[in-house]
């Protein structure tokens, strides 16, 4: 069972706190974190069952995973894989809680791909600064996109390469705003990073709504995309990706722009210029 905080509604519609999923089978280690991570400025979400854990993660979407490793009904180890293996959450950073402190033990899980590793029992300082500079230094290593939040170039070509050396047969999707240089000079550079964050927000939705192990989309960096799925989704994704996209766009234009459907401008040699409202295409 969830228990999520006292608004029991999802990230979105929250003023963003970093928000911490505690997954622990003991109810009072669950309240003794939840309370110490509210405390130091945290959004807690517990989960006392490792069944519903992923899907904690998914909707929660958390900055961090503090995860026991040993859980009644499966272990850490396991539940990590799950999260290392979808697109949703396997850059969540995740922090092992548990009783086992031996040199032995923390390298093994370390290995496995913990961020870090917390005994019990803690103290409640370390556990805070522990999780406060895994986040921090995950966000550095990984190489997210500041603007997006996504997956940066490195990791875009980590994921191909894994993908290439292991034989997988996977489609490859380019997506690129048409126009978006007129936008930009048109209407300024943070009103251009709302149609780039447009874009972002669109692709990740359509790949949740179409779930497959297969999805990973990075941020290339300015209009640029990538996106990896099944060779038999690709179509049917960039077809809603476009269609999305261009039902979204009108809003983020100014209503005389928008009622002409093209922008008006003036070239270097003095003649005027009229540009198509933004549309993405995708390779």
């Known amino acids: 069972m969830t228990v999520a905080t006292p608004t029991d509604r999802p990230r979105s ?24 991570l509210e405390r130091a400025g945290f959004e807690c ?27 009644g009904d499966t272990t850490g180890d396991q539940i990590m894989a799950e999260l290392r293996e979808d697109f949703r959450t396997r850059l969540i950073p995740v922090v092992f809680l548990t009783v086992r402190d031996s040199l032995k033990d923390k390298v093994e899980h ?71 240089k007129s936008y930009n000079d048109h209407y300024g550079f943070l009103r251009g990073d709302d149609v780039i964050k447009t874009l972002a927000t669109i692709i990740l939705e359509v790949l949740e709504e179409n779930h497959s192990a297969q999805h990973f989309a990075g941020h290339v960096g300015g209009d640029d995309f990538v996106i990896l799925t099944e060779p038999s989704m690709a179509e049917m994704i960039a077809t809603e990706i476009t269609k999305r996209f261009d039902e979204a766009i009108p809003a983020l234009y100014d209503p005389i722009d928008r009622d002409r459907g093209w922008i008006e401008s003036e070239e270097r040699s003095g003649s005027m210029l009229r540009t198509p409202l933004v549309s993405v295409s995708i390779g």
């Open 13 to 36: 519609a929250l003023v963003h706190r970093d928000i911490a999923l505690v997954i622990d089978d003991d109810d009072q280690v669950l309240r003794l974190v939840k309370r110490v």
């Open 45 to 71: 979400v517990t989960v006392n069952d490792g069944s519903t854990a992923h899907e904690a993660a998914v909707e929660w979407r958390p900055d961090i995973i503090l995860l026991d490793l040993m859980l």
């Open 110 to 180: 370390l290995l496995s791909g913990a961020d870090d590793y917390v005994t019990k029992p803690f103290v409640p300082e370390e556990l805070v600064a522990r999780l406060r500079a895994v986040m921090s230094r995950s966000t550095t290593t990984r190489g997210l996109s500041p603007l997006t939040g996504m997956s940066g170039n490195s990791d875009i070509l980590r994921e191909i390469s894994r993908r290439l050396a292991q034989g997988q047969r996977f489609a490859v999707l380019y997506p690129d705003i048409d126009s978006f």
